[in-house]
């Protein structure tokens, strides 16, 4: 890795995809509130609806994630029954 090239904040995290519960570790340097221990280790938590685990690209299989209410809400604000 070149040096002097990454934030000073570029460090190890646990990503936690909340759909399926999958964790995995990578390197960010995206803000955390949380942490979670592993292997008597602690890491800063960054939980993602939809990762690489989840998404269809990747998986294959066709699944709605919509834990907002975002789709319901977009389809009552721009539906063509409401004039």
Same mark, same amino acid.
């Given at each position: 890795?070149?040096? /002097?090239?990454?934030?000073?904040? @570029?460090?190890? %995290? %646990?990503?936690? #995809?909340?759909?399926? /519960?999958? $964790?995995?570790?990578?390197? &960010?340097? !995206?803000? &955390?509130?949380?942490?979670?221990? =592993?292997?008597?280790?602690? *890491?800063?938590?960054?939980?993602?609806? =939809? $990762?690489? $685990? &989840?998404?269809?690209? *990747? $998986? /294959?299989?066709?699944?709605? %994630? #919509?834990? !907002? /209410?975002? =789709?319901?809400?977009?389809?009552?604000? @721009?539906?063509? &029954?409401?004039?």
């Amino acid at each position: 890795m070149k040096e /002097g090239i990454h934030p000073e904040n @570029y460090r190890l %995290v %646990v990503i936690k #995809d909340m759909s399926n /519960g999958e $964790t995995f570790f990578t390197k &960010s340097c !995206a803000d &955390s509130k949380e942490n979670i221990k =592993i292997d008597g280790k602690e *890491y800063p938590l960054i939980k993602r609806e =939809i $990762t690489n $685990t &989840s998404h269809p690209f *990747y $998986t /294959g299989k066709m699944k709605l %994630v #919509d834990s !907002a /209410g975002r =789709i319901d809400k977009f389809r009552n604000k @721009y539906s063509k &029954s409401s004039k």
